[in-house]
């Protein structure tokens, strides 16, 4: 704002009277809720363009300065004259509006959120009335209310102030003055002002409430004495829990929400599985007793397991999916979100109407675990969205041993992180069970309009150690004396509302043997279990199950409708314009098509998916930059030259096509990598495709490669057909973009777990990506693809390729050689094949036969010894590699070669041509690159 638009507004005749201080309180309030300062100021603040829409253009300070600069000079100018808007009653009118922001703002540091007790917090200064120059003698006067919801425009202080006090220092504690959309705010403020926070309920729901408490109770008292000492990581001091979920259930159904996928971490997970889900207690008593309650696997322990169940709610059968989960705390909610997002697209549910995330977390993890954020991060990106996630912290306040605030974080509370994204956050007394069902509500209702993540931070105790078999007053000697003497949140609740005669001592008494009864007798306790479940609500996998990996598919497609798909994927609508260099991408894949041209690497890579569209198969691809290609070869997204306005080829090939969903993912491997898992563990017709901008950046998704990837199958029996490309290869650019840690990998697979392959022509990848749909085997699929090769001269194929055949484990030499002549096998996988060829050619040795592994896990034994066997006079095989000799494919596959190469010949041995072993992946220096490469090719002819 101009200087002499603040004077002239200065110099009006409403302001001339006012003093700085002031003007600069109310201008303050003005910027934290505009609808708290009265009607004229508020015309006035609005014209300023500083405080017009949400980014001001001129800083808040400097004209706060400004105000307080003029009001010096007013001051000596003019004297304050009584009977204006200065008026004692008028300024400390303002004060009063202060207050009110104070309380919405700050109120839940003075809340009563600890059920222990041992919080030490002072109330802020600004909740006291002599903060803002008011006194007890102004509790009697009356003031507007402004916008707070009582119900009234104007009340005492005494009663504006208790109004305060009740709704936001009680027993929750609201945090959602952060928000910045201004309707949003309205909307907290308007549902608890107006019922002080704290809604009254009926007998009923009171009751129900106990009985959700006696049964999260009833079930850890149950296994704590049939079962004692042994680990449970039970829910005892956050019983409430129970309540919680079940009203979350309860009342999506209520709106229409067909499913929800829940991911949680040990704590409290029998009793979830129990009580919520309504798992058999028989079989979790099985489980208690070691017994093996799965066919095939390997299996996991009971607090790992997932479930599924349907039940009725007022809205109808809702679906709910436990997600399995491993130990690695947080890592569970990408996945999740995967899952959600797999199951809205299937439903068509674009806004996150039908199916809902809850994701279940720890304090100690929240705070600490960086994929919290990660996913936070994902909530409302186009490729992750999912109309907003409810989160619960069970805030035991003790992570393990590591205290609350003084190790376990910086912030004041463990939820702050989720401030990064705006989302609101109640804290609630986890010993209040009304307060709980309370914020429950207020949540699902905030989920369900904004469609944006809320949290839900339940701060409760842990009355045993971590488990069960450990002893926490050792580390944290006062809280456990203070829970010692601690009565449970249902004994308390049992208490209010015998007290309150809604309930007498004996229905008490009767609710607890019945569940007993019930669990003694093994009986499911889920009393709206739905025991003949909606099929329809849930995918069936069968057709996906058993089948052998070694069976051949053919991945061949019509030559026409090849070349046909192909002309559509080129015809660039009217008035797109396509950048310079894309432009030539299109006319040499014009000449491919047309034959003029072989084919390239990406023209193969876009057919592939041509055709599975064709077919009618979805499609999903996300990861850093996929929608050009890291290394420009795809460019599957043109970007208008004329408005930016993107257009996708691929989504326009039919009318009533499968879905194409292509995104350039934000930057992070962990949380996306584990959403495409959720998504491909829950969609077995699509494929889905994970792509790293380079091949090592999948390193920062470890957890999820060890944890679910490759072990998920044989853990849980989850299959997944998820795709990973990463792209690999050594071509001098250092250690972090040479390799994607193959030995990785190759040292993960066992049981036929994962299928690692390295394809080197633009077929191979094109039958490998169909194979991975057409095929009903459902494994992860881990592809080392390539960079140079992408526009190597020899990495081409014909149309031909594409239309006939299928990937081939196993590629034998090409070149016209005389077998009999071979007297030295080289075996290599990937680029390292090009340069072994133009080596070959040069040197035109006839002795040399070079084989490709295409193929490294399941390793195709059978296949490579049919190619040996074509060679009859071998002396030696050779595995040649780019990779240092500890990395790459040496130490994890030579076994798997040695076997065929000895059943080829007994006594024949393997040797190794490549890099010494070496702790980087890959030198700094090109020159030193080209000396390595120079000397491993060498080898490769000469060892
Ligand atoms: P959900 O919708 O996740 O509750 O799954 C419903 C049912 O489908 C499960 O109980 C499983 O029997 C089956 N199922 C779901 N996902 C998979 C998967 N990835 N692999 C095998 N079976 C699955």
Known sequence: MHESQMQQLWDSAHLSGSNAAYVEELYELFLHDANAVPEEWRTYF???????????????????????????????????????????HEKKQVEVLRLIQAYRLQGHQAAQLDPLGLWQRQPPADLLLNHYGLTDADLDTTFRTGELFIGKEEATLREIRDALQETYCRT?????????DSEERRWFLQRLESVRGRPQYSPEVRTHLLERLTAAEGLEKYLGTKYPGTKRFGLEGGESLIPLIDEIIQRSGSYGVKELVIGMAHRGRLNVLVNTLGKNPRDLFDEFEGKKLVELGSGDVKYHQGFSSNVMTQGGEVHLALAF?????????????GSVRARQDRRGDRSGDKVVPVAIHGDAAFAGQGVVMETFQMSQTRAYKTGGTLHLVINNQVGFTTNRQEDA????????????????????????????????????????????????????????????????????????????????????????????GVVTAEQVQAQFEAYRGALDEGRHVVASLVKEPNRDLFVDWKPYLGHAWTARHDTGFDLKTLQDLANKLLQVPEGVVVQRQVGKILEDRQKMTAGGLPLNWGFAETMAYATLLHEGHPIRITGQDVGRGTFSHRHAVLHNQKDAVPYVPLQHLAENQPSFEIYDSFLSEEAVLGFEYGYATTTPNALVV????????????????????????????????????????YEGQGPEHSSARLERYLQLCAEQNIQVCVPTTPAQIYHLLRRQVIRPLRKPLVVLTPKSLLRHKLAISTLEDLAHGSFQTVINELDQIDAQQVKRLVLCSGKVYYDLLEKRRSENRQDIAIVRLEQ????????????????????????????????????????????????????????YAGRDASAAPACGYASMHAEQQEKLLHDAFSV
């Open 46 to 88: 609005q014209k300023l363009p500083a405080v017009t829409g949400n980014s001001p253009d001129v800083a808040h300070s400097a004209i706060r300065d400004h105000f307080v600069l003029l009001g010096k000079n007013q001051r000596r100018a003019q004297p304050v004259s009584a009977g204006t808007v200065s008026s004692e």
């Open 172 to 180: 929750v504690g609201a945090e959602f003055m952060h928000i910045v």
């Open 325 to 337: 989960n491993p130990s690695h705390l947080e890592i569970v909610s990408p996945v999740v979100e």
């Open 409 to 500: 974080r910086s912030t004041e509370y463990a939820t702050d992180v989720a401030k990064m994204i705006q989302a609101p956050i109640f804290h609630v007394n986890g010993d209040d069970p009304e307060a709980v069902l309370f914020v429950t509500q207020l949540a699902v209702d905030y989920r369900m309009q904004f469609k944006r993540d809320i949290v839900i931070d339940l701060v409760c105790y842990r009355r045993r150690g971590h488990n069960e078999a450990d002893e926490p007053s050792g580390t944290q000697p006062l809280m456990y004396q203070q829970i010692a003497k601690q009565r449970t949140t249902r004994d308390l609740y049992a208490d209010a509302l015998t007290q309150a």
């Open 690 to 729: 994970w792509e790293a901008q380079f091949g090592d950046f999948a390193n920062g998704a470890q957890v999820v490669i060890d944890q679910f990837i490759t072990s998920g199958e044989i853990k849980w029996g989850r299959l997944c057909g998820l795709t990973m490309l990463l792209p690999h290869g």
């Open 856 to 911: 490294l896990y399941p390793f195709p034994e059978d296949d490579l010894a049919d190619v040996l066997a074509g060679y009859p006079n071998l002396e030696r095989v050779v595995w040649c590699q780019e990779e240092p000799m500890n990395q790459g494919a040496w130490y994890c596959s030579q076994h798997h070669m040695r076997r065929a190469v000895s059943g080829y010949k007994q006594g024949l041995g393997l040797e």
